[in-house]
């Protein structure tokens, strides 16, 4: 499925066609995984600007092949709680796994993506 779509999408965005491969192809290798920041690709290793790693991202998920969820992280970061695939759905307290709480001004909200098959419904673990 993800192999016609890379290449349509290639075709259409031929100048972003290796960074499309670069981040199926992260997910391919790391099936364990649910999501991935764009910061993994800004990295030496790919030599992709910012511009185009943004660029590519935004044309994955209006394609339909990439997924916003938002993931709450403390200031070390450290995961707290369950992801949402909605940003007004991120309560004004939030739990961490030892149950204390915090206030959502006293964590980081950070934009992950996930690829659309795996599916997402409203919070996600």
């Not at 290798?29 to 992709?48: C, E, G, L, V, W």
């Not at 403390?74 to 909605?86: L, Q, R, T, Y």
Request: net charge negative; with cysteine.
């Amino acid at each position: 499925m993800y192999e016609r779509k890379l290449q349509n999408l290639a075709r259409e965005f031929p100048e972003y066609s290796q960074i499309f491969e670069a981040i199926l192809d992260w997910f391919f290798k790391h099936p364990n995984q649910r999501a991935i920041t764009m910061d993994y690709f800004y990295s030496d290793r790919y030599q992709f600007s910012f511009e185009d790693i943004n660029t590519s991202f935004m044309i994955m998920e209006e394609y339909e092949i990439l997924k916003i969820i938002y993931r709450i992280l403390d200031f070390d970061g450290v995961k707290i709680g369950s992801d949402f695939e909605d940003y007004k759905e991120i309560p004004d307290e939030v739990s961490t796994l030892w149950g204390e709480k915090k206030d959502i001004k006293d964590v980081n909200i950070v934009p992950y993506y996930c690829l659309i098959q795996k599916k997402l419904s409203g919070s996600i673990d």
